[in-house]
């Protein structure tokens, strides 16, 4: 098959690519610096806001994947964010409807759902674990352009008969990342302040967790994620010497999600070559939650408002579904954070 990559000298376009032409595809990768070299793969300059310039690479291709993006709110004013994210995916499935393509892959993001970059209190779920029909709610313009291109997907299914996936990815970790003594010292005090917080009499627990979420919703207020903030040399802050405040701004607004980057990259793989018809959006997690704690137990500190179940969550699974991608592109994550289980005590 001959595939048509954009945005393949990212992080996870580099893993995309390395994973197709391992798998024997043809590979054309597109992005807007000269003089980029990715083994195994063709390579040509092309922004893809430039509806011109990408129409003639993808002439001859069998598929399209799409990953060219500005990342996150703070990598550009907002008008830019979603001038690129969403200008430039039109331009690629245009591109591709006019090449006779019907098959295009594109990243979206778990921020599509309304998450980790949202600029207030994040109370819109409904139920766990959370999957693609749960409705979504965006705040911020980093995640509204996601969800916008997932709207571009189905206006050129219906329009063009092209069928395309859009991958909700969350923060993708490096290959050997689970494997660091990092990462087991981190989980290892995370532990410990979870523990800690189980371990208090409930009246104590209520007021730290509340404590945690009034600073937390605080600081979603100041939209430190984005660009405005960045320009002025502010920035998200780490909360080094207050774990709880950081569970709750990070780790509970991204419902404890990752996936290794070999795992981006089979699921864009596999959704090259899978059968089905329509676009849809999926998303592509681990099987765990990223820290390896009791997920009920998690859910209970973070989330007790919210007690519906759509399936019983066991021991540590992850509190956002993949049964959608297993069942439309026999997703199965490979590089699983259980491997590490083991190095936690």
Known sequence: MRILLTGGTGHVGRAAAARLVADGHDVLVVGRRSGVEIPGAR????????AEAIRPL?????????????PAPGGAPSTEVLRVNVQGTINVFDAAAAAGIRRVVQASSINAFGCTYAIREID??????????HPTHTTDPYSFSKELIESVGRYYWRRDGISSVALRLPWVHPAGHVDSESFGEHLRRTHAVLDELLAMPAEARRERLAAARQKAAA??????AEFDARRRGEGRPRLDDDPLTYMWFNDRANFWT??????????????LTADYDGSEALFINDTHNWVLYDTEKLLGLFWPAVTARK?????????????RARALIGFEPEFSVAAAASGVS
């Open 219 to 224: 600081i979603r207020r100041q939209r430190l």
């Open 124 to 133: 819109h779920v409904r139920y766990f674990p959370i999957d693609e029909a």
């Open 311 to 323: 399936r019983p969550l066991v021991g540590a699974a992850c509190p956002v579904s993949i049964d």
């Open 43 to 50: 390579y040509a300059v092309c922004d893809v806001t430039d």
């Open 258 to 271: 990752f996936v290794d980057e070999r795992d981006s990259a089979q699921a864009i793989a596999k959704a």
């Open 58 to 70: 993808a002439a001859g291709c069998d598929a399209v994947v799409h990953l060219a993006a500005i």
